[in-house]
């Protein structure tokens, strides 16, 4: 074992665990050329995964959804995982596991079922999908003129890498000098953006979307910690104009956990700082992470 080639993070592709620069698929995957995959990320807090039963289960359904068949089971996916943090020597990772449609073993078969599907996955260090900086003083929030996917077409409850959409309101919201996006759906009603959940806290209550979102596992739990803090929260319809009323707004994921809004377009929200409840949640959501919260440990590498 030599845990320095792994020091960027490690993968598991092709049965075998290496270093994350050397994982690679070929340009002939489904999986790149169509999109064909689905994934999931779960995070680790100080050697410890967070809710990653309930990352596996979503990863589980989603690949069920695809009909993506990897041959890696459920119990030797957890423990790839647990072996890509090891390798890589992270006590806080950005994990992730990709079902991928792969190529078809006929030649030139255009048929899905012709295809050997696979597993990759790898372990690299903590990603905040805002910045931290941006966090502290709040997120400046675009709503983006392109609406997000219709649900029938892509079914945003299977995480999938079908970005066109949000790519395009990441970049209406930089062009406007916006951090991030929240895009709607074309009857007008707010979806998520690129990577997280949005909540809206109006009058003390706390809303997030339900429809055209992930049900993501940030949202869960901080619906829980809403229930356990007396805060009133509610998944309904949530059109544009109501958003943009909001008293306080955050973006909800793996990727950085609660994340507050200062700004929605033209609108500034609590005198330009993240508002009260969402930092109460923020506070909440970190302090039960040191507390071993949904905490399984990661185990101790196998001596090689
Ligand atoms: N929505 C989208 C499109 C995402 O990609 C993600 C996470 O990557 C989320 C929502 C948040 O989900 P979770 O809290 O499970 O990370």
Redesign the pocket.
């Known amino acids: 074992m030599e845990p320095t080639r792994f020091a960027a993070g490690a993968a598991y592709i092709g049965g075998q665990f290496v270093p994350i620069d050397e994982a690679k698929i070929p340009v002939t995957d489904w999986g790149f050329t169509r999109s064909d995959a689905v994934y999931?990320?779960v995070h680790v807090f100080r050697h410890g995964f967070f809710r990653l039963d309930?990352?596996l289960d979503?990863f589980m359904a989603s690949m069920a959804a695809r009909r993506l068949k990897p041959k890696e089971s459920r119990e030797e996916i957890e423990a790839i995982l647990h072996r890509c943090v090891g390798l890589a020597g992270l006590e806080n990772a950005y994990v992730a596991m990709v079902a991928l449609r792969g190529r078809p073993r006929v030649a030139g078969s255009r048929r899905p079922q012709d295809c050997d599907n696979h597993l990759v996955a790898y372990a690299i260090p903590w990603i905040d999908?805002i910045p931290k900086d941006v966090q502290e003083r709040g997120a400046h929030l675009w709503i983006a003129s392109t609406p997000r996917v219709p649900d029938a077409s892509v079914d945003?409850t299977v995480?999938n890498y079908q970005?066109s959409d949000?790519t395009s309101g990441l970049f209406e919201a930089h062009d406007h000098g916006f951090d991030t996006a929240v895009l709607c759906d074309a009857d007008g009603f707010v979806t998520?953006?690129?990577?997280?959940?949005i909540f809206m806290v109006r009058n003390g209550k706390v809303m997030t979307p339900d429809r055209g979102?992930?049900?993501?596992?940030?949202?869960?739990?901080v619906l829980e910690l809403c229930a356990e803090m007396g805060i009133e929260a509610r998944i309904c319809a949530i059109p544009r104009a109501s958003l943009e009323g909001a008293d306080e707004a955050f973006a909800?994921?793996?990727?950085g956990g609660v994340m507050p809004i200062s700004r929605i377009g033209s609108a500034i929200l609590s005198n330009d700082r993240p508002g009260p409840i969402s930092l109460a949640l923020k506070a909440a959501y970190w302090r039960k992470h040191e507390e071993g919260w949904h905490r399984t440990e990661v185990r101790a590498l196998d001596p090689a």
């Open positions: 999931d990320v309930d990352h979503r999908v945003p995480k970005w949000l998520e953006g690129p990577g997280f959940n979102s992930l049900h993501g596992i940030t949202r869960k739990s909800a994921t793996t990727a």
